[in-house]
């Protein structure tokens, strides 16, 4: 069983910066694709960024420029830079991974930017 630890959400003035990391373990295989969603308050999970196997990565256009995602396979591990934050990144941020084509969460850390 997969399972993800996730650390790195803090309160952040707006400017600021946060790196998220994901730890994974459990896994058989190499994860095909590790990324990041989020949640705001009243609002869908969405995309942030994902990075497959290959290093190959995908951005949601409100954060491309401002986040960087990065993994370490050796380590299992995802991680998010995230600078130039604004308040509108408030959101609990989730880590993704896709084993073999099966999906597994972690349990969300939270990220504030004030204003």
């Known amino acids: 069983q997969v399972q993800l630890v996730e650390s790195g959400g803090g309160l952040v003035q707006a400017g600021g910066s946060l790196r998220l990391s994901c730890a994974a373990s459990?896994?058989?295989?190499?994860?095909?694709?590790m990324g990041w969603y989020r949640q705001a308050p009243g609002k869908q999970r969405e995309l942030v960024a994902i990075?497959?196997?290959?290093?190959?990565?995908n951005y949601a256009d409100s954060v491309k420029g401002r986040f960087t995602i990065s993994r370490d396979n050796a380590k299992n591990t995802v991680y998010l830079q995230m600078n130039n934050l604004k308040a509108e990144d408030t959101a609990v941020y989730y880590c993704?991974?896709?084993?073999?084509?099966?999906?597994?969460w972690g349990q969300g850390t939270q990220v504030t930017v004030s204003s």
């Open positions: 990075i497959n196997v290959g290093g190959i990565t």
């Open positions: 459990g896994n058989r295989f190499n994860f095909n694709r």
């Open positions: 993704y991974v896709n084993e073999v084509g099966l999906n597994y």
